[in-house]
């Protein structure tokens, strides 16, 4: 089992950048791929970024290729999402999520565990 709990979401004006943190309990977290997605008002739940067991393979969305990292550090059970260059579409609930499956997975259905969500507003 693995209990998330995301935070650093904010207002951000366009061009600017927040760092997204996920804090994760339970012993799977060091070996679990970890991603993270959002969802915009009226719309589905999206993938936004990847990374394996060690962060060491990562997958992006194309909407946020070059402006956006994800990284994690095991030993504070913590993952992370660098976010620059923000745009108001970003603008969505942020979710962290854990799957119980390999590599970099990169569907919400592939992911077993979820956060409760940080919001991220981009405007003027």
């Known amino acids: 089992q693995v209990q998330l709990v995301e935070s650093g979401g904010g207002l951000v004006q366009p061009g600017g950048s927040l760092r997204l943190s996920c804090a994760a309990s339970?012993?799977?977290?060091?070996?679990?791929?970890m991603g993270w997605f959002r969802q915009a008002p009226g719309k589905e739940r999206e993938f936004v970024a990847a990374?394996?067991?060690?962060?060491?393979?990562?997958s992006y969305a194309d909407s946020v290729k070059g402006r956006f990292t994800i990284s994690r550090d095991n030993a504070k059970n913590k993952l992370y999402q660098q976010m620059n260059s923000l745009k108001p579409d970003d603008t969505a609930v942020y979710y962290c999520a854990a799957s119980r499956f390999r590599g970099v997975p990169a569907t919400v259905l592939q992911y077993h565990y979820w956060g409760q969500g940080t919001q991220v507003y981009v405007s003027l």
């Open positions: 339970g012993r799977t977290f060091s070996s679990s791929p």
């Open positions: 990374a394996n067991w060690n962060g060491g393979s990562t």
